[in-house]
């Protein structure tokens, strides 16, 4: 199974993921969330970085 991550990003910074799941299970949480003024973006764990923790 791939991990993905719901990861945040603030003022250019990725910050530590807050959701880990499938990709569809990541896609559901961002869903419910409902918050548009965050910048949220699901990544592969490959892909992940943090650049503030």
């Keep these: 199974m791939n ?10 910074w990725r910050q530590t993921p807050v ?6 299970e990541c896609v559901k ?3 419910e969330r409902n918050d548009s003024r965050s910048a949220f973006a699901i990544v ?3 892909e992940l970085e943090i650049d503030y923790l």
């Design 29 to 31: 949480y961002l869903n």
């Design 19 to 24: 959701f880990e799941g499938t990709y569809n």
């Design 44 to 46: 592969r764990e490959e």
């Design 3 to 12: 991990k993905f991550y719901v990861q945040e990003t603030i003022g250019g």
